[in-house]
Nanobody, 130 residues
Framework: VQLVESGGGLVQAGGSLRLSCAASGFSFDDYAIGWFRQAPGKEREGVSCFTSSDGSTYDAVSVKGRFTTLSDGAKNTVYLQMNSLKPEDTAVYYC????????????????????????WGQGTQVTVSS
């Protein structure tokens, strides 16, 4: 069971990036996929949750309206489309998986609490310059 993130990089404020989270060894159809980020000197923060079983998502207030979670079942990949990026979005971004969340929409903010997740990717750096 493995998750591999990619797509990070350096972008100017107001720009866009798309992160990918590719799953191997399991189908994310049976999992919730969460995105998290950790900036230097700060605690890890939940960004979004996606469950393909019901197609629901939950986004943190800090990214709502700017970030969107997309999926490609054929590629077993979940994407985090990040638009209107701000310098405060600078962080290492991680995707994670869990079978303990059946619906992101139903669980709401609880779905982006990292303690629920037990499989993590290696992270990808996103840097937004002002």
């Amino acid at each position: 069971v493995q998750l591999v993130e990619s797509g990070g990089g350096l972008v100017q404020a107001g720009g866009s990036l798309r992160l990918s989270c590719a799953a191997s060894g399991f189908s994310f159809d049976d999992y919730a996929i969460g995105w998290f980020r950790q900036a230097p000197g700060k605690e890890r923060e939940g960004v979004s949750c996606f469950t393909s079983s019901d197609g629901s998502t939950y986004d943190a207030v800090s990214v709502k309206g700017r970030f969107t979670t997309l999926s490609d079942g054929a590629k077993n990949t979940v994407y985090l489309q990040m638009n209107s990026l701000k310098p405060e979005d600078t962080a290492v971004y991680y995707c994670a998986a869990t079978t303990r969340i059946s619906s992101c929409q139903t669980m709401g903010v609880i779905s982006i609490v990292d303690g629920w997740y037990n499989t993590w990717g290696q992270g990808t750096q996103v840097t937004v310059s002002s």
